[in-house]
């Protein structure tokens, strides 16, 4: 969640938007000394706390320091191996609490974070190394050109063996909103919108994108674990850029366009939605992988931290406020009928028409978050309060809606 906090001259909320840059770049020896040096006080610290039975950060930079201070590196990433550690310790934890079973675990992959001690300069990160002793990593045109902000500070950054990712915050004036619209979730598109427009975003090319790799993984013949999990691994990770690119353009267009028109953003709450597609809920295997291989959590994560980025507020509906998106109405309120043979479409008895279900599913979405909005902010109260919050029979609305392509 957001922080809020006043900033210094005006009376005027402030978000904390965070979010990070990532590059490769190649690492030097010194780097690649470090690397295992932070990798194995991490797997120190992780012994450490499982032997004591101590996940908390202040026991376990207690416990482990012995061990520890041993390391000839620079106290930063003494501090930082324990917090990592401790992040993995608590990890394991709440999978022992849930009664999942677990390994102990072991940071496989050499890795350093650090808050303190680097410097961003000329294009370049200084990491230390030692005593007056710096590695400098040049940073990409890109990661350059977001850190020119001068707003931008960059608080931690991590190296693995191929890449630097800088973690960065800014401080946004927050938006004030005069409307609010609802981002819909399907399968194969995002419905973004409210009373006055919905706008549909195309997403079939990511349900072709799973199929693909599913074929692709599935037609490999040969009876070798090894082999068979190195090639999905290769092409899950392909399948995973794909999608992601597919879905940031959806969603940059829809931040940038709800910032234009001074819109809030509504999202639904659909946790547990993989409970609907299980083995033994009398779904055939195709449509059950279909639905599991579908990303939801990639695309609310994507439009969250960009509305954060430009200051847009962002509302999450309860589980309770989402239920029955679709079930009513939105011009007229009356309960709507479903058909196999209308498919997506919904049928109003009252009105005499088919809808939309995934529009009016962002249209009732979109009415809800409002009435969140007005809460805390004044200007929208005024209109929740004319009515606007649910569909009131015989208050018709017309909606126009658009339909966009993903990759146009
Ligand atoms: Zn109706």
Redesign the pocket.
């Given at each position: 969640m957001p922080k809020k906090r006043k900033s210094p001259t005006g009376s005027c909320l402030n978000l904390l938007a965070l979010k990070s840059v990532k590059q490769t770049y190649r690492p030097t020896l010194e780097i690649q000394r470090l690397l295992e040096i932070f990798h194995h006080m991490v797997n120190d610290c992780i012994e450490i706390g499982i032997s004591y039975d101590a996940a908390s950060l202040k026991r376990l930079s207690v416990l482990s320091w012995p061990q520890r201070r041993k390391y000839d590196c620079p106290s930063y990433y003494k501090a930082s191996a324990v917090s990592r550690a401790a992040g993995i310790l608590a990890s394991r934890k709440k999978s022992l609490r849930r009664g999942i079973p677990t390994k102990n675990p072991y940071s496989l992959r050499p890795q350093i974070t650090a808050y303190q001690g680097f410097r961003v300069k000329d294009g370049t990160l200084r990491v230390p190394i030692g005593k007056r002793s710096f590695e400098y990593v040049p940073l990409t045109s890109h990661t350059a050109s977001i850190l020119l902000d001068p707003a931008v500070m960059v608080r931690s950054f991590t190296l693995t063996p191929t890449s630097l990712s800088l973690c960065i915050s800014k401080e946004v004036p927050e938006v004030e909103c005069t409307e609010a619209i609802a981002v819909d979730r399907n399968l194969r598109n995002l419905t973004v919108g409210n009373d006055n427009r919905v706008i549909q975003y195309d997403l079939s090319d990511t349900v072709r994108i799973v199929q693909t790799t599913v074929d692709v993984v599935g037609s490999f013949r040969r009876n070798d674990a090894r082999i068979r999990t190195k090639i999905a691994s290769k092409y899950g990770l392909r399948r995973r850029n794909r999608i992601q690119h597919v879905l940031h353009n959806v969603t940059k267009r829809i931040v940038a366009l709800a910032f234009e028109g001074k819109q809030g953003i509504v999202l639904e709450n659909i946790e547990g939605i993989r409970r609907l597609y299980r083995k033994g809920n009398g779904q055939n295997k195709k449509y059950r992988g279909r639905m599991n291989g579908w990303s939801f959590w990639e695309a609310q994560r994507q439009i969250e931290y960009k509305a954060r980025w430009v200051g847009l507020p962002v509302v999450r509906l309860s589980r309770r406020e989402t239920r029955g998106s679709s079930l009513s109405?939105p011009?007229?309120g009356?309960r709507l009928q479903s058909d196999k043979k209308l498919r997506r479409k919904l049928w109003?008895g009252?009105?005499r028409?088919v809808m939309d279900r995934d529009v009016v599913a962002a249209i009732n979405l979109a009415r809800r978050g409002r009435v969140r909005f007005a809460r805390s902010r004044p200007p929208i109260v005024r209109e929740a309060q004319g009515g606007a919050a649910e569909a009131v029979k015989g208050n018709p609305t017309p909606t126009v809606i658009l339909r966009a392509d993903a990759l146009k």
């Open positions: 109405c011009r007229c009356e109003c009252e009105c028409m």
